[in-house]
C-alpha cells in the first residue's frame, strides 16, 4: 500500500523568486528551487499547477530463483546472485531465438558481492537461468510494464520544467510509489549532500525502444526490488526522443534530484561514490553506437543548467570526496562511469562523446 511521504518541503514564495533573481545580478548562487521556479519562458511565480488523471499499466512481476513460467508476457526479466560474474547466461524457450542462451552481462548496474542483469524478455512466459560454478543466492524477477491491470494517477496539467528545460515527473512516466516501501516503511530514506560531480550512464537495454517509459518503469523495478535498492537508481533518465525522466525520488516539492536547500539526494547509479554524485542515464546500448542527436542535446541541456546554477564547470577535474566516509577519487566534473569503476557503461561510444558534451554545457 501506499505510504504518503513522510516530509513537507516548505514553498517557494514570490517574494523569494524575486528575491533570487536580485542574488542572481549580485553573482550569488542559485538554490534548485529557484532554478526549477525561474522558467526562462513561463512566469517565475503564480498558481501551482494543476493535474489530472491518468491511466497507466501497473507492474506486475513474479519471483524465482533460476526457473519460471509465467501468467504473464515478461518485458524484462532482472537476475541477481553471488559469485562470479561471468559465465552467467539466460534463455527464453519461447522467444524468438529458440532457446538460445544468452550471456548475462552487468550493463550499467554493479554490486559489490557477484552478479547482476537486466534482460529484455521480448514478451517471454518462461525462461531459465544459469550462473557460473559456485555461485549462490540466484533470485530472478520476471517484470511486466505494459499489459498489467490499468492504474489511475494524477499527473501534471502543464510541463514541468527545469529552467526551461522540460522532464517528466515520475507521476508522468507512471512511477508506483509503493515500490519505494518495503515493510510499510521507506526502504531507502533520502539523504542529502552538496552537488560535487554529474555522471553519465547509458541503461544497456535495447536501441529503437517502441515504449521507453515502460523501459523506465522496469528499470525502476528491477533497482527497487530485485537489487533491493529501495528506487531507482539514477537521478534522470533520458530517452531516444530526448525525453528526460525523473529519476530517484528526492521530495514531495515537485523539484527532482534537490532539496530546497540545494543537496542533492543521495542516488544508487555509482557504487561506493554516489552522494554527492549525480546521476544521468541514457535509455539503450552506447557501445558500437552513439545516442541520438536529440538524446544527446538532451544530455548536454540538462548537464548544462545544473552545472550553471551548482557553480560546477563542465570541463574541469576535481577530487571528489565522499561525504559519507571520506573516500576520495580524482574525476572529471561531467564523468562517465567508467571513470570510477570497472565497468563498460556508459559505452565507448558515448564515453569518446563525453569531451563534446562538457565543452557544449560549458559557459559562454
Not at 36 to 44: G, H, I, L, R, T
Not at 133 to 159: F, H, N, Q, Y
Not at 255 to 278: M, R
Not at 331 to 347: A, F, I, K, M, N
Request: glycine share 10%; proline share 7%.
Amino acid at each position: 500500500m501506499f505510504q504518503p511521504s513522510h516530509r513537507r518541503k516548505r514553498p517557494l514564495s514570490r517574494r523569494g523568486v524575486l528575491g533570487a533573481a536580485g542574488a542572481v545580478a549580485a553573482g550569488a548562487a542559485l538554490t534548485p528551487a529557484v532554478f526549477a521556479a525561474a522558467d526562462s519562458d513561463e512566469p517565475a511565480a503564480g498558481p501551482a499547477p494543476g493535474t489530472r488523471p491518468e491511466t497507466f499499466p501497473a507492474t506486475r512481476s513474479s519471483s524465482a530463483a533460476d526457473t519460471a513460467t509465467l501468467s504473464f508476457a515478461a518485458s524484462y526479466v532482472g537476475v541477481r546472485w553471488k559469485g562470479a560474474q561471468e559465465g552467467a547466461g539466460i534463455r527464453f524457450p519461447d522467444g524468438d531465438a529458440s532457446g538460445t542462451w544468452q550471456p548475462l552481462t552487468a550493463g550499467c548496474a554493479t554490486v559489490d558481492d557477484g552478479g547482476t542483469a537486466l534482460i529484455a524478455a521480448g514478451a517471454a512466459t518462461a525462461y531459465e537461468v544459469k550462473v557460473p560454478d559456485g555461485a549462490t543466492g540466484v533470485r530472478s524477477l520476471a517484470i511486466d510494464t505494459t499489459e498489467g491491470p490499468r492504474r489511475t494517477v494524477r499527473v501534471p496539467t502543464e510541463p514541468t520544467r527545469l529552467r526551461g528545460v522540460r522532464y517528466l515527473s515520475r507521476a508522468a512516466w507512471g512511477a508506483d510509489e509503493s515500490k519505494r516501501y518495503k515493510d510499510g516503511k521507506v526502504n531507502s530514506p533520502e539523504q542529502y549532500f552538496p552537488l560535487q560531480t554529474i555522471t553519465v550512464h547509458h541503461t544497456a537495454t535495447p536501441n529503437a525502444d517502441a515504449d521507453p517509459a515502460a523501459t523506465v518503469r522496469g528499470i525502476y523495478e528491477y533497482h527497487a526490488v530485485t537489487l533491493d535498492w529501495g528506487d531507482i537508481g539514477y537521478h534522470f533518465l533520458i530517452d531516444e526522443a530526448g525525453v528526460i525522466y525523473e529519476g530517484r525520488y528526492s521530495g514531495d516539492d515537485g523539484l527532482p534530484a534537490f532539496d530546497p536547500d540545494g543537496n542533492l539526494v543521495t542516488a544508487f547509479h555509482t557504487a561506493g561514490y554516489n552522494s554527492g554524485n549525480l546521476g544521468i542515464a541514457l535509455l539503450g546500448t552506447l557501445a558500437d553506437q552513439g545516442p541520438t542527436d536529440a538524446a544527446k542535446a538532451a544530455l548536454t541541456g540538462l548537464i548544462k543548467v545544473i552545472a550553471r546554477f551548482k557553480g560546477l564547470d563542465p570541463q574541469a577535474k576535481v577530487t571528489f570526496v565522499n561525504p559519507v566516509n571520506g573516500v576520495t577519487k580524482d574525476v572529471p566534473v561531467v564523468s562517465g562511469h567508467r571513470d570510477w569503476l570497472e565497468t563498460d557503461c556508459p559505452g565507448q561510444t558515448m564515453y569518446d562523446l563525453l569531451t563534446e558534451v562538457r565543452a557544449a554545457a560549458a559557459p559562454r
